[in-house]
């Protein structure tokens, strides 16, 4: 029996948030825990690995899995799902109704029982541009594959269920997660994916309880739920009203997107804020509590340039984002109409700040959190007028918050910003322009300078515990290996 499945109603499997309560027995008193917060039973989806010859899946790692030891499975997730009052604020939501039937997909990806760390990370797939979107693995997978992290990626909403059945048919054509109780007479579809909070929690559960042999030989510790931007918005509204309900998850990891969350659920949550979402001018700025943490990191992007090189990879193996045209595009096709800057051969959309790099930290941070109850680093904030908006320079770059290597010891010159506010997705996504062998000499003097600037930076992040030590070694060597403001160079 897998550890996940000894979780009952009331009964935590963190170390933490508990009640010590005095408790009479042979020999004298000891103090047992108790949970803090009851919680409901969680159903659990049926898993049945996906099996039809002559396709594909979509939205499959677009990293060399097998180069990291892992395999990657699809199934379809069956179960009948619950609707929910009280979604839209910060207070427990309630049942409204339940029996909805639904059929999804997940994608599973594990790692040998000899390399698995105990962790399941579970991602809600972002449907923003129409198709499933892993944006989470997207940033952080090099961290994830290394450390031996099981994941997987959870299709909850209509809009990325739908292309799917319109993409493959012959496999995906059974899926829906539609609810058919609105409207006179029952028929008309439910609004606003009501099925998608406990279809999540529930394919979730079944991968953990190796429902289908979804985890075969592997023993999970710990559940984390993950989400980018829609996902976050959405996941932040399972921390604040569902959560409280069933307790199911031992943590949270968001980038981007996920304000306010309450100060009375007792799950870690961190966020990974961008600076350059700010320029929407609608990001609410909030004080973290005891379990939440908010993590801004400067010259961050919505998407940075190593995600998009992950989306690029996906979507054009799988063409399933069509442009005007009805031809398939890239994810870089996509963004290009709403960018001020685009491709050149110095340059173009997105930068170099590694938001995986903050991302890995706070997985990492949930992980040491639920094993031994050391909470996360403190929130980092960007430095604020009294109106409360960030303190920005010429390339709009905020003040404090988390400053990576590649922003303090720059190789290239990069904007967080890619064009006015309202040029969404695009405008979000920052630009660079690489700095010539000239001007790099002329910024740092000498190679050991750059180097040093390097690792010094890198260290005390370390130091700080928002930047693990195997990511920092990684960026001085890289520094080191280089050929900046070298002689002749």
């Given at each position: 029996m897998s550890q996940i499945e000894s979780k009952k109603p009331g009964v935590r499997r963190r170390t933490l948030g508990v009640l010590l309560i005095p408790t009479l027995i042979v020999g004298g008193l000891v103090s047992i825990p108790v949970a803090a917060n009851a919680a409901e039973p969680v159903g659990t989806a049926i898993l049945t690995e996906v099996d039809v010859p002559g396709t594909l899946i979509q939205s499959a790692a677009a990293v060399d899995l097998a180069a990291a030891g892992y395999t990657e499975t699809e199934y379809y997730a069956s179960g009948t799902a619950n609707r929910y009052d009280g979604t839209a604020g910060t207070t427990t939501a309630t049942v409204l109704d339940g029996g909805h039937a639904y059929t999804t997909r997940v994608i599973v990806r594990t790692p040998s029982p000899d390399k698995f760390n105990g962790s399941l990370v579970v991602e809600w797939n972002n449907v923003t541009i129409g198709v499933d979107g892993e944006f989470v693995f997207g940033e952080v997978n090099e961290y994830l594959l290394r450390e031996g992290y099981a994941v997987a990626a959870v299709s909850a909403q209509r809009n990325g269920v739908e292309t799917l059945k319109t993409?493959?048919?012959?496999?995906?054509?059974?899926?829906?997660?539609?609810?058919?109780?609105?409207?006179?007479?029952?028929?008309?579809l439910c609004t606003g994916d009501p099925l998608s909070f406990d279809i999540f929690t529930q394919v979730a559960k079944a991968v953990a309880d190796n429902s289908g042999g979804a985890l075969a030989g592997l023993d999970v510790e710990s559940v984390v739920a993950?989400?980018?931007s829609q996902s976050g918005i959405r996941?932040?509204?399972?921390?604040?009203?569902?959560?409280?309900?069933y307790d199911y998850f031992d943590g949270f990891v968001y980038h981007d997107r996920a304000a306010p969350l309450r100060a009375d659920v007792d799950t870690p949550a961190i966020t990974v804020d961008s600076d350059a979402l700010h320029a929407l001018g609608s990001w609410p700025y909030w004080q973290t509590s005891t379990w939440t943490r908010v993590w801004e990191l400067a010259g961050g992007t919505h998407g940075s340039e190593f995600v998009r090189q992950y989306m690029?990879?996906?979507?054009?193996?799988?063409q399933a984002?069509?442009?005007?045209?009805?031809?398939?595009?890239?994810?870089t096709q996509w963004l290009e109409p709403s960018c001020a800057v685009v491709d050149t051969a110095t340059g173009g959309q997105f930068g170099p700040v590694d938001t995986g790099y903050v991302l890995a930290a706070a997985?990492?941070?949930?992980?040491?959190?639920?094993?031994t109850g050391e909470p996360a680093p403190p929130s980092i904030y960007f430095d604020r007028d009294a109106a409360g908006t960030p303190i920005r320079d010429a390339q709009h770059i905020s003040q404090g918050g988390i400053h990576l290597p590649a922003l303090v010891a720059p190789t290239m010159f990069f904007d967080a910003w890619n064009g006015p506010p309202y040029l969404f997705p695009c405008a979000v996504g920052g630009y660079h322009i690489d700095y010539t062998p000239a001007e790099l000499k002329a910024m740092y003097g000498n190679h050991g300078k750059y180097v040093s600037l390097v690792s010094k930076t890198a260290q005390k992040l370390v130091e700080q515990g928002y930047l693990l030590a195997e990511d920092a070694q990684a960026e001085i060597r890289t520094a080191a290996q280089s050929d900046v403001a070298k002689k002749g160079k």
């Open positions: 993409w493959e048919p012959t496999r995906y054509g059974t899926l829906s997660v539609d609810a058919n109780v609105c409207g006179s007479g029952g028929t008309s993950t989400g980018q996941l932040a509204t399972y921390y604040n009203t569902i959560q409280p309900i690029d990879v996906a979507f054009a193996r799988d984002k069509l442009g005007p045209d009805g031809q398939p595009i890239t994810f997985f990492k941070a949930i992980q040491t959190w639920n094993a």
